[in-house]
């Protein structure tokens, strides 16, 4: 029940909001908030990590239980991390926004509640009907927060945001039905929900249903990582969303895509997966590397950040397709690191927002002067962004390429691994660091670096201090912890990402044995001829 | 684990370790420093605690350093075991494990670099508590220290690892102090620039590296040095034995050597280093000159194994070498900034130990990043000296005859024995590193390698040109003086040289410039310890990784010196044995140099900025002295070809984008707006249909899925 008890503990505090006074929402937020996060905090520490691929704490209610619906929840570490994840980000989130929300606070914080329970819906589902419902339901809290709590143009984000998502969702539940069906033909017409069902019947599947399945689910999925090209939506939104808004959707919401296709494209399609994967990862290092130069020249702050982040998860859904476990495990924790750093961005340039009402890199600079320790944090987590080698962001993205790299590296030596990439893929992707570089730093250069510029007929906040106050440091301090502890020592994290990645990718790795090196090409110190390397596989080949 | 020798280095690797995991107290102290001053800035202090802790600490580590090198420095190689940093199995044989740990491989490799970057980071922070003094009330001294302890910590992790993913984070941690020291100016546009070219220029070659230690794995099945120069043995003997190396192994060295021309400012990645002037200069010479860009250096050396196997590698590094050591000398002739002419200097020095690389004496090289390193930290310190009390002045052109002026005479004797050891003059430390690496340069076998030492020689005499074109400018001559832009004086005019009155070093800039200059003399002695291995620095690369390869490649060795002995019969008379006639010869062309700098920029002298052959012969090599003055247009040649087209495409992908946004809602046609419209009546309605709308369907749904079964 732990589980539930994760879900109902936001949405309690939904109601409880409801009914209390405006003066308070906010603390009975934070309180409701910070029980989740304990929730979650037990939850772990009371998760059996020496069998982290074991979905626990699973437990089942009946809905609807003669059409075989209930729904039922379980996590493994994967799962349990983005849990972890999104009930860090809530009371950070609510005690972001003491300062910045004052009107129709009850609304505000009421729906980030709700927000909260549907996210960890969508990561401790176990069965399809719980994850479409919750994968669709974050839709209307956050639609409601940018269209309410945003900026100038927030209404027309709003509706933007919603469209994409909504229609990419459809497709990918028309993808899901379609596995339903086929196994509830397996079944004797009998229809079940459960995930792990659905995978068994979906991995019959011929080759060409698993293609259109892995087209359909990609269609929702590559729209909410985002994907190039469908993901215009996001700068919009991002730009125009509350600072909450713009963490939850960095942070978690970004992360249901690539979950999605984690739990669920790999494992269901592995035939498809295995054929389409070099394809997919070219859309990912275009993405890269064509959002990074896009950063680049954005002269509003948020935006910057925004398009880095399609950026960003291109690295995660490359290391996904590397179909390995260095790949997947990077992946994973990149979902983890991005929330972290990412989240930690934008509530950064929340708090400069909120100081000077304009994310115009021409209207504001050379913040240091002003306010030091904002600096401090805000290079902080630009170089976690960045990369850089002790901090979160470059386990992660190291093991993301890495995994490309020896992805299909065959007579390369012994650390290659049977995988659809190779080499070429990570060399190109790798070149997304000097990219990430430049539009970062030209972000830091102008707002924290330089001469002090700041807004024509600028007055200081009413309530707010020129640097940072405490509330606001105990915002960014928990999230810079995190980054430099997953940066210094993330090994206990990737040990238990080692077992549920290799049983999620280990379908489409099958699929692929054939291409195994021949005997005796691995063995690197014989004065063998260079071994031609092939870095794709054969059907992929073509998309190179 | 099968693997004998693997099972073999583990059980050595193991035993020494509770003997020697005291030496995880060198990278760990400055990391101590580090957060220290993190908390005086945070806590507000003023005082020069975070100087004096910085140095106390910094020379403990380098006592810890030194007790290490006498209690082991004879002993082959120590491992420190620390903690997985880093580790991913996917199964249990060979190769199936990423893993990098927080673990430290220190052979006598390692002992020569951590001594002289723990110790001079000791002189030059001490240096730095009276030079940084000016910005004790801002919180920007501490904030330096901070940064200054980070810097030597990260160089520790770089130098001491036991594996290439803890270098790599060293290397990326030094970039990362090198981007936060140079702009630590942070209001002036021009460090903020400075220190973004830095970091971004450094990333390239950090590609270069990353992919280098990605085939490294995939290759060797692991990153510590340990099995990999275990296999690269294998590979050796292989070689040896008529074979030929895997093609992996000639390709790592040409991966691996970008990083380190990125990290080593060598062609063509130099041009961050002398923009990296504009961070201070105690910074400068500790990072920009000392230590952090002889990083790549140590790559090689520490790779020099691997690179041996690979020809291309190898000639690569030489001609790269070679060439930048020309270029920049030929840019440091006539640069009028003194930092930058020193900026300058040290790529061209740079360059010097890559050739010395290339032509596989990485004796030569490592000596010559030793005591370079000493030298060339007096010539910036003393330029600092002069920059402190000149209020920032650094023109050459507006200071003359400084070692005239009370108060100077340190300064001027320290500029003078770094120039003198800069330009190789007879008996200093320069001579006897320099000519280490020419001489072997002209007797290596390889392709063109003889033009290499030429090249190397001609780059020596313009050395000593430019070094005592400095020398001779600022401390000799009429005096004179003027202030630079730092000065704020009532009167005005920020050149009126009469209302100005320089502030003379003080005891803390003195005693380092006096340490320095015996370090930078003394360090000339090293040549005669030791004799059989050319010297004590020549005995401790010989008992490292990069000595055994030299032992193990004796075939090649014997080639070369045979070849060498070739050539010098051939020309009989007129060479005989390479390293006596190096001596005469670069001595002959080093007083040329500095002989034409007397002649030059002293005669007929009447003012600072006045010396009428100089400027003769400026006009008169016109256009090519503007263009050397100008550095060759290679920044604007960089500007054109590569930023401005990225530039470009970024804009117009930013266009394609925002078109595409606007496209596809086009697309969608009517109905955001028809959304819009319809429902703007009320917020509340807008959300409560999208829900309704949400709930439908998914009942419809389920009612499908119902009627179905």
Not at chain 1, 218 to 247: D, I, M, N, R, Y
Not at chain 1, 357 to 372: C, D, I, Q
């Amino acid at each position: 029940m732990t589980l539930f008890a994760l879900m109902l503990i936001p949405l309690a505090g939904a109601l409880v909001v409801a009914w209390s006074p405006a003066r308070q929402a906010k603390w009975i937020a934070l309180a409701w908030t910070g029980l989740a996060l304990l929730a979650a905090v037990f939850a772990a520490g009371r998760f059996d990590w020496a069998n982290p691929a074991r979905f626990q704490f699973d437990a089942e209610a009946p809905f609807l239980p003669s059409v075989g619906i209930s729904l039922s929840v379980g996590v493994d570490s994967v799962a349990l991390l983005l849990v972890l994840l999104t009930a860090l980000l809530g009371p950070l989130c609510v005690l972001g926004s003491f300062s910045a929300i004052t009107e129709r606070v009850k609304t505000y914080y009421g729906w980030l509640l709700v927000l909260q329970a549907a996210m960890t819906g969508v990561f401790v589902a176990r069965d399809l009907i719980l994850f479409y419902l919750a994968f669709e339901f974050t839709l209307v809290p956050m639609f409601i927060l940018i269209s309410l709590y945003g900026s100038d143009n927030r209404r027309y984000a709003a509706i933007k945001f919603f469209l994409f998502t909504f229609t990419g969702s459809i497709l990918a539940l028309a993808g899901l039905v379609y596995v339903a069906s086929v196994a509830a033909a397996m079944n004797d017409g009998a229809w079940t929900f459960q995930i792990d069902a659905l995978r068994r019947a979906a991995q019959t599947m011929s080759a060409s249903e698993q293609g259109w399945v892995l087209a359909a689910l990609l269609a929702g999925f590559a729209v909410k990582v985002p994907l190039f090209p469908v993901h215009t939506w996001l700068p919009l939104a991002h730009t125009e969303a509350p600072t909450a808004g713009s963490v939850i959707l960095a942070g978690v919401l970004l992360k249901l895509g690539t979950y999605g296709i984690y739990r669920f494209v790999l494992p269901f399609v592995p035939v498809a997966v295995a054929e389409y994967a070099p394809l997919i990862a070219v859309v990912s290092i275009v993405g890269i590397l064509y959002a990074g130069l896009i950063c680049w020249v954005q002269t509003d702050v948020k935006k910057l950040v925004a398009y880095s982040s399609v950026s960003h998860l291109g690295f995660c859904v490359l290391g996904l397709v590397a179909l390995n476990i260095v790949g997947g495990a990077g992946s994973v924790l990149y979902m983890i690191n991005h929330g972290l750093s990412t989240g930690a961005l934008f509530f950064c340039i929340g708090m400069m927002y909120e100081r000077y009402h304009t994310r115009s890199m021409k209207e504001v600079g050379g913040l240091a002067r002003r306010m030091p320790l904002w600096a401090f944090f805000m290079v902080f987590f630009t170089m976690a962004s960045v990369g850089l080698p002790g901090l979160n962001g470059f386990v992660s993205e190291f093991m993301s390429l890495m995994g490309a790299f020896q992805s299909g590296a065959y007579g390369l030596g012994p650390g290659a691994t049977i995988g659809p990439l190779g080499p070429w893929f990570a060399a190109v992707a790798a070149s997304g660091m000097i990219v990430a570089a430049m539009y970062l730093l030209y972000m830091v250069g102008a707002v924290v670096f330089g001469p002090l510029k700041e807004p024509a007929g600028h007055h200081p906040h009413p309530t707010l201090p020129t640097d940072l106050n405490l509330r606001e440091t105990l915002v960014l301090a928990p999230l810079a912890v995190l980054c430099v502890a997953l940066g210094v020592y993330p090994t206990p994290v990737i040990r238990a990402l080692e077992a549920p990645v290799g049983e999620t990718i280990a379908a489409a790795v099958e699929v692929i044995d054939y291409a195994r090196p021949v005997e005796g090409l691995a063995d690197a110190a014989s004065p063998a001829a260079p071994a031609p390397v092939s870095h794709t596989s054969p059907e992929g080949a073509g998309h190179e | 684990m099968s693997d004998p020798t693997t099972m073999l280095l583990a059980a050595s690797a193991g035993a020494p370790d509770s003997s020697v995991a005291w030496l995880l107290q060198v990278p760990l102290l400055p990391l101590l420093a580090c957060l220290l001053c993190g908390l005086f800035r945070a806590w507000g202090v003023t005082s020069k605690l975070p100087g004096y802790t910085t140095v106390l600490l910094l020379a403990v580590a380098f006592v810890v350093t030194l007790s290490g090198y006498l209690s082991f420095g004879g002993h082959g190689a120590q491992v420190v075991h620390g903690f997985d940093w880093l580790r991913v199995s996917w199964g249990d044989g060979p190769g199936e494990t990423l893993s990098a740990g927080f673990s430290l491989y220190i052979d006598s490799l390692t002992w020569l670099w951590m001594l002289f970057v723990t110790g001079l980071a000791t002189l030059i922070a001490l240096y730095s508590t009276e030079y940084m003094a000016e910005d004790q009330k801002t919180g920007g001294y501490a904030r330096y220290f901070s940064f200054f302890s980070l810097f030597v910590f990260m160089m520790s992790c770089l130098v001491m690892s036991d594996n290439l993913l803890l270098l790599y984070l060293g290397w990326e941690g030094v970039g990362l102090c090198s981007y936060l020291l140079i702009g630590y100016h942070y209001t002036k546009p021009s460090a903020v620039a400075a220190a973004k070219k830095a970091f971004i220029v450094n990333r390239v070659g950090d590609l270069g590296l990353a992919l280098g230690l990605m085939l490294t794995f995939v290759h060797f099945g692991t990153l510590e040095y340990r099995e990999i120069f275990a296999r690269l043995a294998e590979i050796q003997a292989v070689v040896e034995a008529g074979g030929s190396a895997p093609w992996q192994v000639e390709l790592i060295p040409l991966l691996l050597m970008v990083g380190a021309f990125g990290k080593s400012a060598q062609l063509p990645l130099y041009v961050w280093l002398p923009d990296a002037m504009e961070g201070p200069t105690p910074v400068s010479a500790l990072i920009h000159a000392a230590t952090m860009v002889t990083a790549g250096v140590y790559l090689v050396a520490r790779f020099l194994p691997m690179f041996a196997l690979s020809p291309a590698a190898l000639g690569t590094v030489a001609w790269v070498g070679a060439g930048t050591a020309l270029l920049a000398a030929t840019i440091g002739m006539a640069q009028y900034d003194i930092k930058r002419v020193m900026a300058y200097s040290t790529v061209s020095q740079l360059g010097y130990m890559f050739l010395g690389l290339g032509v596989l004496t990485a004796t030569g090289a490592a000596y010559h990043v030793f005591t370079h390193a000493f030298f060339k930290a007096t010539l910036f310190l003393a330029c600092g000296a002069v920059m402190h009390g000149f209020a920032g002045q650094l023109d050459l052109r507006r200071l003359s005859g400084l070692a005239k002026v009370p108060g100077w005479r340190v300064t001027a004797v320290a500029m003078l024995v770094g120039c003198l050891c800069l330009a190789g003059f007879v008996g200093t430390s320069g001579f006897f590193s320099k000519d280490m690496i020419l001489a072997e340069a002209f007797v290596t076998p390889g392709p063109g390698y003889r033009l290499l030492g030429w090249i190397g020689l001609a780059t020596a005499g313009l050395t000593a040109y430019y070094a005592f074109r400095v020398y001779f400018r600022v401390f000799h001559g009429p005096v004179e003086f003027h202030a630079g832009e730092e000065h704020h004086g009532d009167d005005g005019h920020d050149d009126h040289g009469h209302g100005f009155h320089p502030h003379a070093p003080g005891w803390a800039i003195n005693l380092v410039l006096i340490a320095l200059v015996i370090g930078s003399l003394a360090a000339a002695a090293p040549y005669f310890i030791d004799k059989e291995h050319h010297g004590w620095v020549g005995g401790l690369v010989h008992s490292s990784t990069a000595g055994e390869i030299v032992r193990a490649s004796a075939g090649h060795g014997e080639a070369a010196a045979h070849a060498g002995e070739a050539a010098a019969a051939e020309h009989g008379g007129f060479f005989g044995d390479p390293h006596r006639w190096m001596f005469l010869a670069s001595s002959v062309v080093g007083a040329i140099g500095i002989l034409l700098a007397w002649v030059i920029h002293m005669t007929g002298r009447v003012s600072a900025d006045r010396a009428p052959i100089a400027d003769a012969l400026k006009a008169r090599l016109r256009p090519w002295s503007t263009l050397a003055e100008k550095k060759w247009l290679v920044d604007e040649l960089y500007d054109a070809l590569i930023r401005r087209p990225l530039r470009l495409l970024a804009h117009i992908l930013a266009l394609i984008d925002q078109a595409l946004v606007d496209g596809l809602v086009d697309g969608v046609g009517f109905a955001p707006r028809l959304f819009g419209k319809s429902l703007r009546p009320s917020q509340n309605g807008l959300l409560q249909n999208y829900a309704v709308g949400m709930g439908g369907g998914l009942v419809f749904i389920l009612l499908v899925v119902w009627a179905l079964s």
